[in-house]
């Protein structure tokens, strides 16, 4: 089974919480993992990672009890390939429109018959040719989660899900709002009644679904609507945020407010 089945199966009634990462660090990703983080997505669309970094950060993540996803640039078999021999297991494929661009992008995880993935003699994926049979049951344990970004992707929603072997759809709710003409306002009504519409519809065929939330609360009402696994923002937002608020309590009126009692080893204010 795939390690993101697993845990899903064994999340019990709570989704499992994960997060992005955006610095491309292994340091960074390391961290993550030890913070309580049960997965995070490793992601190649929006960073400048290339593949030995990639390594680098599953190696992380490795490390850790995180699970790692990795979010591949776009629904290319060779990008597939090579991060698939890099030892990932579970991809996040973006962008799939229909059942035809599904099909495409499952078959690249899956060695022939089932799919198209070319056969390396040794990678990181077959720990270096060490996996007995690794041909032969590498199709079991890969996973493909593919992202539906826009109203056309979530019409075919059931038809996207009904391809052999895709194990979770995943909402992308930054490009469905943009999608939507509400650009950055992943909270606006018809967004979410979309992002809501698409889990009870996930939910009703048995589909794992997950998505991100940028905030706590929006993670709580994704987790209300069905969800079953959620993201609180990225490695990067989360440090920004802090970072942000520590400058804000230092350096702005709302920042005289923080008290320092010396003497007494208490401390108060905005933080």
Same mark, same amino acid.
């Given at each position: ?14 989704? $499992? ?12 990703? @390391? ?9 995070g997505?490793?992601d190649? @669309? ?35 390939? +090579? *991060? ?6 579970t ?5 799939v429109?229909?059942?035809? @661009? ?15 993935? #070319?056969?390396?003699?040794?990678? +990181? ?16 344990? *890969? ?10 992707? /979530?019409?075919? %929603?059931? =038809?996207?899900?009904?391809? $052999?072997? /895709?194990?979770?759809?995943?909402? #992308? ?16 009504? @018809?967004?979410?009644?979309v ?8 939910n ?8 991100v ?5 929006? /993670?709580?009402? !994704? ?5 079953? !696994? ?7 937002? %989360? %440090? ?8 804000? =309590? ?12 010396l =003497? ?8």
């Amino acid at each position: 089974m795939n390690p993101l089945r697993q845990l899903l199966k064994s999340a019990g009634s709570q989704a $499992p919480l994960g997060t992005w990462i955006m610095s491309a660090s292994p340091l960074v990703t @390391e961290a993550m993992g030890h913070a309580g983080f049960q997965w995070g997505v490793i992601d190649m @669309e929006h960073t400048p990672l290339d593949m030995m970094e990639v390594i680098q950060l599953l190696q992380a993540a490795g490390n850790t009890k995180m699970l790692p996803i990795v979010r591949v640039p776009w629904n290319d078999a060779v990008t597939i390939k +090579r *991060v698939l021999d890099a030892g990932a297991t579970t991809l996040l494929i973006p962008f799939v429109q229909n059942a035809d @661009e599904a099909q495409r992008a499952v078959a690249a995880t899956r060695y022939p018959p089932e799919g198209t993935r #070319g056969l390396a003699g040794m990678s +990181r994926g077959s720990k270096f040719g060490t996996v007995p049979e690794y041909a032969k049951t590498a199709n079991k344990t *890969v996973g493909a989660v593919l992202q539906l970004e826009t109203p056309a992707a /979530v019409a075919n %929603l059931e =038809a996207i899900a009904a391809v $052999p072997g /895709v194990d979770s759809l995943f909402m #992308g709710p930054g490009d469905l709002s943009a999608a939507l003409g509400h650009p950055g306002n992943t909270t606006h009504s @018809e967004v979410m009644a979309v992002m809501a519409d698409a889990a009870r519809r996930c939910n009703a065929i048995g589909m794992p679904v997950g998505t991100v939330g940028g905030t706590p609360e929006l /993670v709580v009402q !994704y987790r209300a609507m069905g969800f079953h !696994y959620v993201a609180i923002g990225s490695d990067l937002g %989360l %440090l920004m945020r802090g970072a942000q608020a520590a400058v804000k =309590a230092l350096t702005t009126p709302e920042g005289e407010t923080v008290v320092h009692t010396l =003497a007494g080893g208490t401390r108060t204010g905005a933080y």
